[in-house]
């Protein structure tokens, strides 16, 4: 059963169990292990806050591409690395 405080997640290695949940707040993501604790949590939001977002700056969703997170926040994406949370932005359409 999902925690209270989780928007969605997914799993991103399933040899370990590790799994990234994206908080209910919507700019908050943490990495988890199999038994649910927080690996590393990096706040999306805080972290573009120079970078011109259209559309409300909040996670909208998620999904593994080439062994990193890929996140859509408004109508843009960024990466998140899998090992430290360090967080890219990729652009936006």
Same mark, same amino acid.
């Given at each position: 059963?999902?925690?209270? @405080? !989780?928007?969605?997640? =997914?799993?991103?290695?399933?040899?370990?169990?590790?799994?990234?949940?994206?908080?209910? +707040?919507?700019? =908050?993501? +943490? /990495?988890?292990?199999?038994?649910?604790?927080?690996?590393?949590? =990096?706040?999306?939001?805080?972290?573009?806050? @120079?970078?011109?977002?259209?559309? !409300?700056?909040?996670? @909208?969703?998620? !999904?593994?591409? @080439?062994?990193?997170?890929?996140? =859509?926040?408004?109508?843009?994406?960024?990466? /998140? +690395?899998?090992?430290?949370?360090? /967080?890219?932005?990729?652009?936006?359409?």
């Amino acid at each position: 059963m999902a925690d209270t @405080n !989780e928007f969605f997640s =997914t799993v991103i290695d399933n040899a370990s169990g590790h799994y990234a949940i994206v908080r209910s +707040d919507r700019v =908050t993501v +943490d /990495l988890r292990d199999k038994s649910g604790k927080v690996i590393w949590s =990096t706040n999306v939001v805080a972290g573009l806050k @120079n970078i011109p977002i259209s559309g !409300e700056k909040k996670v @909208n969703s998620m !999904e593994m591409i @080439n062994n990193k997170l890929v996140i =859509t926040v408004g109508r843009g994406y960024a990466s /998140l +690395d899998k090992k430290d949370g360090a /967080l890219t932005w990729i652009g936006s359409h």
